[in-house]
């Protein structure tokens, strides 16, 4: 089973994710994106740029994640083990999608067409739901990624994700204090991961 973990910059997904790799060991993967590998270090030094091509860096982070998906993703699920991502696809939907929005008509569904041929669906996407003034309060805003008006927009587009499929998103009010969305989130995963287990 992949989970992945999907937020505005600033609404504490990175942290949770930090506590549940100290809360789960055998049977479990713990990953990210941007990952580790020099594709992540390149995706790393074009956020931190502001003058980078927004259609350009989509394509880092793309080549990021075909390499994680080959690298950790499908060996990790081979094995049998849960994977848990903080940030997958979706995040390259809304964040890439608002990036290059006004460059085509329809910028998600462009980067969808780009994924679908090689990607790996998420089973479940926990959403930790955030208000973007929030976001930004808490992210200190230190990137073209964490201004409010581009981070407006991710949620807009997060909003048509999960509107789209709603029955893969589970929300999480990731406004509450840090210890309950940790045990949110933590039962969420319990919960399907016992699913999962029933089912095999």
């Known amino acids: 089973m992949l989970v992945t973990l999907e937020g505005l910059d600033g609404s504490g997904k990175t942290t949770v994710w930090n506590r ?3 809360a789960y060991d055998e049977g479990y993967t713990f990953t990210r994106e941007p990952t580790r590998s020099w594709y ?3 995706v790393r030094r074009s956020i931190e740029t502001d003058g980078a091509d927004p259609l350009a860096e989509l394509f880092l982070f793309t080549a990021d994640h075909a390499d994680h998906l080959q690298r950790v993703i499908h060996p990790a699920l081979d094995q049998g083990d849960i994977v848990v991502s903080d940030r997958y696809s979706d995040s ?7 990036a290059i929005d006004g460059e085509m008509p329809d910028p998600v569904e462009f980067i969808q067409s780009v994924h679908r041929p090689f990607t790996r669906p998420p089973d479940l996407t926990i959403y930790f739901e955030v208000e973007p ?3 930004v309060h808490r992210s200190g805003a230190t990137n073209k990624l964490e201004q ?4 407006e927009q991710v ?3 997060y909003e048509q994700l999960i509107a789209a499929e709603p ?3 589970i929300r999480v009010n990731a406004e509450q204090p840090l210890e309950a969305v940790t045990e949110a989130v933590e039962s969420i995963i319990d919960r399907h991961a016992g699913d999962e287990t029933a089912s095999n």
């Open 40 to 42: 992540g270090d390149a």
């Open 92 to 98: 390259r939907f809304a964040y890439q999608g608002a």
């Open 155 to 157: 949620q807009a587009t």
């Open 148 to 151: 409010l008006a581009f981070l």
């Open 133 to 135: 003034e929030t976001a």
């Open 20 to 22: 549940l790799t100290e």
């Open 167 to 169: 029955d893969r998103f």
